[in-house]
């Protein structure tokens, strides 16, 4: 392999490991288990009647050895009697009632805690995806999209089988271990500790394993985050991937990917299964105890037959429950991987958050101060540098300057997606960090560039900007910004289905669509973020037309380089890496022969 393949295949590999995908080094805290508890106290009550059927099967299941015993010792027995069909029929009779009392018990057990389990799953989804709606841009910045979603899914359904089942499985195995110790105990103690005395090996065996198990579903998680980041970014990116021929390599990093996966997936499951010999031999070295050293009692008339039936029956009823316990701890040790890695988010706090007495804000008219902001997304790495602005209502300001001068961060600010390091943003003289987001945001329309389309009809989509609004108040938006002729176009109108960010219509259209949805929310502080960057010449013209009436007694600020969308504006801000190097209308900085005029005549250059 040549050194250029060498290093494209090393920095591939660097670029996809991600922050948030470094394992989670804690200590097994049994305090996770009372946190996800929690999450079924809502459902203590439904549960009461299941515990109850639980109950009523597992004393079922221990009577009936008893019932052997009667049979074998002295129905059976020529000694006391033998040849009673009609007690012999009874006992059968009584056995079968036994029996189907369990079976009924245990249907109703197992449907019951499913329902419940999947309410339990459904509540915790729902609190990790609202969570994360409200978490800050820092928080996305680090993250990829696919390494969120495998939270949202993958490690929620991880815990579908504690809850659906291990909950209550683990005590109804809990109560009849310890019924079958006092009872094995009861009917011989000799015997009863013979038999268990494999016990305390088997568990010394087993605990060294609880570590490398749990570390094991850990890295399977984290490769499975991976590969779902990776899908994510591949299937959005896959435009780029074939424009540049660069489907072999992608092939084979996912292959890689892919294989890493397997593999940790192999080595977590190899050792979850190692418990099952561990319980099975265990079992067999008790078995062999109980039949030699019952033999022995037998003949001392120390034991009678049918007890030593009833034991064996106890001892396979006694290693079940061991070994369903088992790989309960397996489960429990897969769960506890997933939900480190579900409450990691959910202990992720905004670093945008409201005040603890946040006020609504109230109706504004739309004036903006910022205020000797400065800002830095990375410590002592400042993109802003005492930025003072100060705009009256109804103004509309243009934003210019070279890429990483800082312009959206000033829109960022804004809308409050972060806060700045010093300095304040003041809306009407009120600080927006003293009003809840919500308030703010409402009153506050945001156009971008890259328009993000909703897989949807269109309707849907323009009514995204109100959700309240009327079919008609939907078209007249469309109609305002000149979109109401080519969603009329299209083959069911406004009912039109989009897959998700609108892949079936042009750029140009997509702009449109985000132009209506911002009119028809109506806000007071409008932001066009390089809105129309990507409308060709002819519709461009209709949009400034269009701009007019949206504009129109609001506080504006728009990002963009085209001379056609700042010049009316009025006031324009040149920025240049993080400060504010001139400031007037379009005239006085032509004039002043500056930096914008340089931006201006190198547009010109290349038109």
């Known amino acids: 392999m040549s050194a250029n393949a060498t290093a494209k295949g090393r920095s591939r590999n660097e670029r996809f490991v991600y922050q948030d995908d470094d394992a989670i080094e804690k200590p097994f805290n049994w305090s996770q288990l009372r946190r996800l508890y929690t999450y079924m106290r809502p459902y203590r009550r439904q549960l009461m009647p299941v515990i109850l059927m639980m109950m009523i099967g597992t004393l079922t299941r221990l009577t009936n050895p008893f019932l052997m015993i009667y049979v074998i010792d002295h129905i059976l027995d020529p000694d006391k009697g033998s040849g009673n069909v009609t007690s012999l029929v009874l006992t059968g009779a009584g056995m079968l009632a036994l029996y189907a009392v369990q079976w009924a018990s245990n249907n109703y ?61 683990l005590l109804m195995d809990c109560i009849q271990l310890v019924g079958i110790v006092i009872i094995l105990l009861g009917l011989n103690v000799k015997l009863g500790l013979a038999v268990m005395i494999t016990v305390p090996v088997m568990f010394l065996v087993s605990t060294s394993l609880r570590k490398k198990i749990r570390f094991a579903w850990q890295d399977v998680r984290m490769k499975q985050s991976r590969i779902n980041a990776h899908l994510n970014e591949s299937i959005q990116g896959m435009k780029v991937t074939q424009a540049y021929a660069q489907e072999k390599d992608n092939m084979a990093f996912f292959n890689h990917m892919n294989t890493d996966n397997i593999k940790s997936w192999n080595k977590a499951s190899a050792l979850n299964q190692a418990f099952g010999p561990i319980i099975e031999v265990t079992s067999a070295i008790g078995t062999c105890i109980l039949f030699w050293y019952g033999a022995i009692l037998i003949q001392n008339d120390v034991l009678t037959v049918g007890l030593l039936v009833a034991y064996a029956n106890y001892i396979g009823n006694f290693w079940e429950p061991i070994n369903r316990l088992g790989q309960m701890y397996s489960q429990l040790l897969i769960a506890m991987a997933s939900s480190e890695r579900i409450f990691e988010f959910i202990d992720e706090q905004p670093t945008v958050g409201e005040a603890q007495h946040a006020r609504q804000l109230p109706a504004i008219k739309g004036d903006v101060t910022f205020d000797n902001i400065v800002f830095e997304y990375e410590k002592d790495r400042p993109a802003l540098k005492g930025i003072s602005i100060d705009v009256k209502a109804g103004q509309s300001i243009a934003l210019v300057g070279h890429t990483g001068s800082g312009k959206s961060t000033i829109i960022n600010l804004l809308c409050r997606f972060y806060d700045p390091v010093q300095g304040k943003v003041l809306i009407d003289g009120i600080d927006i ?170 547009q010109y250059r290349f038109l």
């Open 109 to 169: 057990r197992i449907k019951y805690t499913s329902i419940i389990g999947q309410k339990v799953i459904y509540d915790l989804r729902k609190h990790l995806f609202e969570h994360i709606q409200k978490l800050s841009f820092r928080f996305y910045d680090k993250r990829p999209a696919g390494s969120v979603l495998v939270r949202v899914t993958n490690d929620v359904n991880a815990l579908q089988d504690l809850f659906t089942n291990g909950v209550v499985n």
């Open 433 to 602: 960090r003293d009003v809840t987001i919500e308030s703010l945001r409402s009153q506050v329309g945001l156009v971008m560039q890259d328009t993000f389309i909703f897989a949807g009809s269109i309707r849907d989509n323009i009514r995204y900007g109100r959700l309240d609004a009327t079919d008609e108040d939907i078209v007249k938006a469309a109609q305002a910004v000149h979109a109401h002729d080519f969603i009329m176009s299209l083959p069911d109108g406004y009912d039109t289905q989009v897959e998700e960010r609108g892949n079936v219509l042009s750029m140009g259209q997509r702009q449109l669509l985000s132009f209506a949805r911002a009119l028809l929310a109506d806000p007071r502080i409008l932001i066009l973020d390089e809105a129309t960057a990507s409308i060709d010449t002819e519709t461009e013209l209709k949009i400034q037309e269009a701009l007019k009436v949206l504009l129109k007694g609001r506080t504006s600020f728009m990002i963009a380089h085209r001379l056609s969308t700042i010049r009316n504006a009025d006031e324009i801000i040149v920025l240049d890496h993080g400060r504010i190097v001139e400031q007037g209308n379009h005239e006085a900085l032509i004039a002043k022969k500056g930096v914008y005029n340089g931006l201006i005549e190198a």
